[in-house]
């Protein structure tokens, strides 16, 4: 008998929900769901005893099931490109990645805190897995506390143990909605990320440079790791680099690839491929040989200090030099960074080094041609086809950014429909709730529902709620454990998101369109985009319009969507309207009804708002 349950027989209603508590922490074991285990540690932990009863084999044993790589990856992967208002318009019961974090931040506290209550310590292993922990949710002072935890306790760390610190702390806070935007190198990022500022500033509050920066950090621990004798492999010198980097020493980065891997970038960028020799001396069981994480990691390097055609030479000649394959992560890097260096800057963004390594915006569907088109082939993601839509919109391009929103719409709809089949799947393995296969993602709508703008604010992620309410009220954990979610359930939240993105991402570009038609058509061409494409477009797209209403400009005047009272009705105003300019043309109204939205996204402040 453990613990816990001895210290329960008392028999008091208080020891008797913890013991409820922890029978649902060891079911949750026995289950192996990492995502159960957690919630109902935490739920458990918020009964100030429990931690005092728990055996340090259970402690052990949760630290070890938690492993984030489970769960965070992909919710890392879809919040890296939410806008930053959108996180706090997602459903109402969907956490965010700062709470999802903070669940784990406190687990490590929790853990750490009984492990000293036993007054035992922990060994490599244990410290190895909280060291994972907060290089996952990019935490660097958790790392560093449990970095000089190890020291106090005269623990070893080994390779693993370093590189963790070294990511925890070059990534912290990485994951912050307005920090992953601003780590590039230029004067004013600098200046905010001074060390001994007072007051930092949202956004810088990750790293800083300078004395005692994160290049000098990196470099002593690193000095302090081959002095131990450990033995140092490519993610390593790759994270050596990325310290080097972020204070825009490109030049300690350079001598670190000529030294360790034999590629001299100057070299690189004077000759051409012709003249390259690419001869590799390391044997692939080599630790430091090449993988795709370093070539993540150098372009991420030469992007944020705005060398964008560096980066592409350099991961092109590793990816050559040692056979290694430019993965999905690698070239979203690398795109994403060319549609930022693109972008062309107004205000006092041109007086802050913004406009440093700027790119012709033609560069974005430069790229994209060579991403899928032979030898990569690669199959573009939503954020792709949003960033290369965005930029066609910029340039006008209206015909091709018509044929990449089609594209789009339909990885959208795939989605669409593998969420849907997902949730009904559950709820007939379930039996609970109503059936959700005519609930989930209903694009049948009734035609009484009233489509103002309040309206919608209130009833487009009706459908959402309504999944997360069965969700959270049919856990097999039941309601006294807190709502703990299985790992099949957190999965399908992660699936809603993943949807919800996706959405607003074809909404934005819907908007844009409809915003972008505003030309006075000087050819045969554009005057019969103006009469049959834009038409064709906006009927095509109806489900992301806008809903309080819009209006675009023809040859002759304008065209009025007004906001209309129900969603069946279609009307179409002229504004302004020259019969002389068009003749045996006429505006009338169109009766036919549209089809109707699952929800609407369309509370952006700015169509232009990156």
């Not at 660097?140 to 963790?164: E, H, K, S, W």
């Not at 064709?536 to 209309?564: C, H, L, M, N, V």
């Amino acid at each position: 008998m453990n613990n816990v349950e001895t210290n329960t027989r008392r028999g008091s209603k208080r020891s008797s929900s913890m013991l409820r508590q922890h029978n649902a922490v060891l079911e949750a074991l026995q289950e192996e769901q990492p995502h159960s285990i957690l919630r109902a540690f935490l739920e458990a932990s918020e009964n100030p005893d429990y931690l005092q009863m728990l055996p340090g084999t259970t402690l052990v044993g949760i630290l070890r099931a938690i492993d984030p790589g489970h769960s965070l990856d992909h919710y890392k992967d879809v919040f890296h490109d939410f806008q930053t208002y959108r996180v706090g318009q997602l459903p109402r019961g969907i956490r965010s990645l700062k709470q999802v974090f903070a669940d784990y931040r406190k687990a490590i506290e929790l853990l750490l805190s009984g492990w000293r209550r036993l007054d035992r310590t922990f060994g490599i292993v244990e410290y190895r897995l909280l060291l994972n922990i907060a290089r996952t949710v990019r935490d660097g002072t958790t790392a560093m506390a449990i970095f000089d935890n190890m020291r106090a306790d005269q623990v070893q760390p080994d390779t693993l143990c370093y590189n963790y610190l070294f990511e925890a702390r070059s990534w912290s806070n990485g994951c912050d909605p307005l920090e992953r935007w601003r780590f590039r190198v230029i004067p004013r990022a600098i200046k905010l990320r001074q060390t001994g500022r007072d007051r930092k500033t949202r956004g810088f509050e990750g790293y800083e440079v300078g004395y005692r920066g994160i290049r000098e950090e990196t470099i002593r621990i690193f000095d302090e790791m081959r002095m131990s004798g450990i033995v140092t492999d490519v993610d390593t010198f790759g994270q050596l680099m990325l310290g080097m980097g972020r204070e825009g020493d490109i030049e300690g980065v350079k001598s670190v690839l000529k030294r360790i891997w034999d590629v001299d970038v100057d070299s690189i960028l004077r000759e051409d491929d012709s003249s390259l020799l690419f001869e590799n001396d390391l044997s692939p069981s080599s630790p430091l040989y090449p993988n795709q994480n370093l070539l993540f990691t150098i372009a991420h390097i030469f992007c944020i200090n705005n060398q964008l055609p560096t980066a592409l030479r350099v991961v092109d000649v590793f990816s050559r030099k040692y056979a290694v394959e430019i993965d999905m992560r690698t070239w979203a890097e690398l795109f994403e960074w060319t549609f930022v260096l693109a972008t062309r800057r107004y205000g006092k963004a041109k007086k802050d080094g913004s406009e440093l390594g700027q790119l012709p915006l033609a560069s974005v569907e430069n790229l994209w041609s060579t991403m899928v088109s032979e030898p990569y082939n690669i199959n573009p993601t939503m954020p792709m086809y949003n960033r290369r839509i965005r930029a066609l919109w910029k340039r006008q391009m209206y015909d091709k950014m018509y044929l990449a929103m089609q594209a789009g719409r339909e990885l959208h709809k795939f989605q669409q429909r593998r969420l849907e089949r997902n949730l009904v799947g559950w709820q007939r393995r379930n039996q609970e709730g109503p059936d959700l296969s005519r609930t989930i993602l209903d694009h049948k709508a009734d035609e009484s529902t009233d489509s103002n703008t309040a309206s919608n604010a209130a009833t487009k992620r009706e459908n959402i709620l309504e999944v997360l309410k069965i969700l959270k009220q049919t856990t097999n954990l039941g309601s006294e454990a807190g709502g703990v979610m299985t790992h099949e359930q957190a999965s399908l939240e992660r699936e809603i998101i993943h949807e919800f993105r996706d959405f607003t991402m074809v909404s934005r570009w819907a908007r844009l369109l409809m915003a972008g038609i505003r030309w006075v058509p000087s050819n045969e061409r554009d005057l019969n985009w103006e009469r049959i494409g834009a038409p064709d477009a906006i009927r095509e797209f109806w489900d992301y319009r806008p809903t309080p209403g819009f209006r675009y400009g023809i040859a002759t005047g304008k065209i009025q969507f007004p906001p209309s009272s129900r969603e069946s009705e279609f009307v179409l105003t002229v504004v302004r309207h020259d019969p002389s300019q068009m003749p045996g043309v006429d505006i009338v109204q169109d009766t036919r009804p549209p089809p109707t939205a699952l929800y609407n996204a369309w509370n952006d402040p700015d169509p232009l708002d990156e």
